[in-house]
């Protein structure tokens, strides 16, 4: 059986103490509802410990951005290592605003996958297509190269990484994917993880989808059979819309 995971990126935003109350108030939610799947938070990393020492064991917290090194002359960079012996548990990898805006590049992206495995932290990988991509109809070719980059993993290590797909033209645009557009996309997942490892992989790999998910869509995303939840990003930032998000499952 593969998890089911709502999680939220809160990407730089909040200040800490609205981090600290926006986290009791999920924590919360999570407890009272007695949510069987797994949620998460993707905090600025600086929030990371002092979330850690409140003790909500109903949320996991993830890094969004870190070093493939453990240690080293890294300016300004923290190490997979670093943050595992904080208590971290998930890393988000290829998201496109680090493809994009810090020019990360696959071979640093699978540099990171592997130091965040090597060090016991599972990784949500997020890929997604332009808008020029979609119109120009390769969709399927741009998410196909971006899962390539996983094969040379082992089946083992991939029993610690999610996959997130996010259409780069819905991410924070207000702009959801259809459900039938994230469905086929999902499906192709699904079919691309089999034709590069195995059934098992690709039966027990969660994948999400991200990009514009609210309370509003988020019911008619989940339903796809191929999703297995979602990489929530303006909509975590509210305890009401992620409650409603992570009911939504
Ligand atoms: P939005 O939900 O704000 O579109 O962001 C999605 C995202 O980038 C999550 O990683």
């Not at 020492?53 to 240690?71: D, L, P, R």
């Not at 997020?126 to 390769?138: F, K, S, V």
């Not at 969709?139 to 089946?155: D, M």
């Not at 969660?206 to 509003?216: D, H, I, R, T, V």
């Amino acid at each position: 059986m593969r998890k089911k995971i709502i999680a939220g990126n809160w990407k730089m935003n909040l200040n800490v103490h609205e981090a600290k109350i926006l986290f009791k108030e999920i924590s919360d939610i999570v407890a009272k509802n007695n949510v069987a799947h797994e949620v998460l938070v993707f905090p600025p990393s600086i929030y990371i410990e002092s979330l850690l020492k409140m003790n909500q064991s109903t949320i996991e917290i993830g890094a969004q951005n870190f070093h493939y090194q453990n240690k080293g002359a890294f300016t300004g960079e923290v190490s997979a290592m670093q943050l595992k012996q904080l208590g971290c548990e998930w890393v988000l990898v290829g998201h496109s605003e680090r493809r994009t805006m810090f020019h990360e590049r696959d071979a640093d992206l699978l540099n990171k996958i592997k130091a965040a495995l090597e060090n016991g932290l599972e990784v949500i990988y997020c890929c997604g297509e332009t808008l020029n991509e979609r119109e120009a109809g390769i969709y399927f070719e741009k998410i196909g190269e971006q899962i390539e980059l996983l094969k040379t993993l082992s089946l083992n290590e991939m029993k610690n990484v999610a996959i997130a797909y996010e259409p780069i033209w819905a991410i924070g645009t207000g702009k959801t994917a259809r459900p039938t557009e994230a469905a086929e996309m999902h499906d192709f997942m699904r079919t691309k993880l089999e034709s590069i490892f195995n059934l098992e992989v690709a039966d027990s790999t969660s994948l999400l989808y991200g990009g514009s998910c609210s309370p509003q869509n988020a019911k008619d995303l989940f339903a796809c059979s191929n999703i297995d939840g979602g990489l929530i990003g303006g909509a975590s930032l509210k305890a009401e819309s992620f409650g409603e998000i992570i009911a939504a499952i």
